[in-house]
């Protein structure tokens, strides 16, 4: 039985492709196998396209918002848990290597980061005194 999965490959260089595809690049698949896309939108462009293994930049935000859009068909709720998912997921991926996510470990952890989208942030903050400051802990 197959195991319905999102897979990141580094694939090489396309030599008859002209000088723009001469770099490897990071792709991304669907549980079909057909290939995600990198958005568009300035907001979240990254020219580079897809990264994984760590968390700063557009890159790994492309890779994030690209695995939950299609994933939950929802782009308001992938647009706010883009910044936990790519900080807890995708930032944990091997950054020179291959992986997969399987489509329900994407559901699990949308179904359990939800409740929390409109005030996830990828570090805690604490105000356990309730004056508005942030508790240094």
Partial sequence: MTVAAYTGSIEPPTPHAGPAAMKTQRVIRR???SHLTP???P???APSGFAWGFGV???PAQAALAILTDCTGDDGLALKLCKAFKW???SQLPVDEGWALTVDEVRRWVLHHEPMA???VPWARHDAS???AVDLQ
């Fill in 31 to 33: 549980p079909d196998g």
């Fill in 39 to 41: 958005r568009h939108d």
């Fill in 43 to 45: 907001e979240q462009a």
């Fill in 57 to 59: 930049g557009a890159g």
């Fill in 88 to 90: 807890g997921v995708i």
């Fill in 118 to 120: 409109s005030t996830l």
């Fill in 130 to 132: 309730g004056d508005g």
